[in-house]
């Protein structure tokens, strides 16, 4: 075995040992089981998600968006479904996050069998991970911790601070993932959604044309991707056109993602950073090499994200509607 692929391994096993899920201060599995007047409630909101899947697969990449926005902005309280002037919603980085009319109608579903019992921060977490399964296959299903309570508060200010850049470092991306108390490895595992993800050329214009004011391309891309990517966003186009995120298995949740990395096709520039930096390139590999594994390292990731910050017991309140909230 050489070097390389030793530590690969010990990290893949290090990787492994995430898959233990923690538990959230009340958070439970199965936590809404004969709470719901005979009424499976995930099943109830399973059926929901497969429904638009069957009719639209990007649903998949807008409800793992919808679940990070929400959970990295005051944690996962579904503060982001909240209407109203100067709410997180009006905030520039979730002006394209979609999803929202689905939540409602698990939201009506839910209501209609059992009033004030399921809240629409649970109704995020376990519509998205059915969307992840859908999208990825049995492998990638993960038992989903319940009884999280709805947010009061929603300000556009909280999203603009607290949700990681585009463009940041490896550094910065880490310090952003451990300020909610998730480490490097839960960073590079969930950005790892970008497997099923898109963007606007507006966002990776100046890694094409114009990097750092050289008026050349970013070098850290693979120039054959730079002219395929510039065929699709022209310098001078009024059409702001979508990106995909992953070139190789663009609509199926994978490890794809990974090896787009290292072969230099990352879209975004902190996807790039975070398969050239020394603090994190070994988990990359690691990734990229463990098909089997990612499923499961992916699957903790969510929940250990999904842990942020909740609101249990008597915190907070169960929203009539997600989009207000009750008095």
Do not use: W
């Amino acid at each position: 075995m050489t070097a390389a692929l030793g530590a690969a391994t010990v990290l893949a096993l290090a990787l492994l040992c995430l898959t233990v899920v923690p538990s959230h201060a009340a958070l439970q599995v199965g936590f809404y089981r004969g709470k719901c007047n005979g009424t499976d409630v995930e099943a109830t909101i399973k059926s929901i998600v497969a429904a638009r899947f069957g009719r639209d697969r990007s649903i998949v990449p807008a409800l793992l968006r919808l679940q990070f926005h929400d959970c990295f902005v005051r944690g996962c309280d579904a503060s982001i479904l909240l209407d109203g002037s100067g709410t997180e919603k009006t905030a520039r980085p979730n002006l394209s996050v979609r999803g929202y009319d689905l939540i409602d109608q698990a939201k009506a579903a839910l209501e209609s069998k059992c009033p004030g019992v399921v809240s629409c921060a649970d109704i995020i977490v376990v519509a998205t991970r059915d969307a992840v399964v859908l999208g990825g296959g049995t492998q990638y299903t993960y038992a989903v911790q319940t009884g999280r309570r709805d947010g009061n508060i929603s300000v556009a200010s909280d999203a603009t601070r607290n949700l990681p850049g585009d463009s940041f470092s490896a550094p910065q991306a880490i310090a952003a993932f451990r300020a909610k108390g998730l480490s490097a490895s839960d960073m590079v595992l969930l950005l790892g959604g970008h497997t099923v993800g898109l963007t606007h050329c507006s966002f990776i214009l100046n890694r094409l044309y114009n990097y750092n004011g050289s008026g050349k391309p970013d070098p850290a891309m693979d120039p054959a991707f730079v002219a395929m990517l510039k065929s699709r966003c022209p310098q001078t186009s009024t059409v702001d056109n979508t990106v995909l995120l992953d070139h190789g298995t663009p609509t199926t949740v994978d490890n794809s993602y990974y090896k787009q990395l290292l072969a230099r096709r990352g879209v975004l520039k902190v996807d790039q950073n975070i398969a050239s930096d020394s603090a994190t390139n070994a988990t990359v590999r690691a990734l990229a090499g463990g098909s089997s594994s990612f499923p499961a390292l992916f699957g903790g990731a969510m929940v250990r994200m999904g842990g942020i910050q909740v609101l249990t017991g008597t915190q907070g309140q169960i929203r009539k509607s997600c989009r207000v909230v009750k008095k």
